[in-house]
């Protein structure tokens, strides 16, 4: 993903009112624009910076003044550093300054996270939750519980009609689930209905990865996680071991739409059965 992201297209889609969405660099940005200065939500690969730069300039002239991390993984935290520097303050849940700040295990990559720099660790946090007025909107930004990590957020553009559910959804994508710091299948499953008691049809839905969609996108989502997890759960009470498990082909019904990017069926189906 990080030298996907150092080539990458910055695509900038304008959504509703002054929110819009900026695609191609780890997880997806929501920008809102107006007299406070520009306000970012997830912060990109920092090796896409010139591009992310450049995409935000197209949008107007005005500084960039606040970041809000949906969570702490570096895809949506990696470009803090340098929106700080840029005149950003950074706001997040109280996990994701934990996780930063600190050497940070991840065994579903093999891979052990440095302390982030500390001009990328957020200034504001939060337990449960927290409200913002910036640039004519209100934003509110809620807590999941462990979801797909520990310290996963929304962010609701209250006026726009606008969600910000980073990777508490993947839309056509499977998602990683971070075990290590506090996911598991069955919690990404209980975002995923927080998500749609949430989500009404007029609803704008901003995935962690994947293209906006609406409700019925999420419910996609919702459905085909309950259906792989049931589908392993049955196989892994049999007895089946994880290979035998992965053999069978639990996700077949659902590789051609949600099995072409990061995560393979083979490394979803190892994913779940880990947590049933």
Sequence with gaps: MINAAANAKITVRPLRRNVSVLEGSGGN??????RDGKLLVDAGFSVSRPAIADALASLNADPIKHLVNTHWHMDHT???????AAGASIT?????????????R?????????????????????ASSHEMERNSTKLVLKY?????????????FTEADVIHVGDTW?????????YSTGGSIDRQIQAAE????LITEKMMVIPGHGPVGRRAD???????????RSGVAALKKQGRTLEQTVAAKPTAAFDAKWGQFLINPATFTALVYAGV
Excluded: C
């Design 194 to 197: 927080a998500n749609l008691r």
């Design 170 to 178: 993947w839309n056509d994508d499977y998602p990683f689930i971070d």
């Design 78 to 84: 990696d470009g803090n550093e340098w929106l700080q």
């Design 218 to 228: 999420v419910v996609a989502f919702r459905d085909m996680l309950v259906t792989v």
């Design 29 to 34: 940005i929501a920008v809102l624009t107006g």
């Design 144 to 156: 999941y519980g462990p979801a797909h990590t520990d310290s996963d957020i929304y962010v609701h």
């Design 92 to 104: 997040a849940h109280e996990n994701v300054r934990k996780r930063l700040s600190v050497n940070t």
């Design 106 to 126: 991840v065994e579903g990559w093999n891979w052990t996270f440095p302390p982030a720099p500390p001009g990328a660790i957020p200034s504001t946090e939060f």
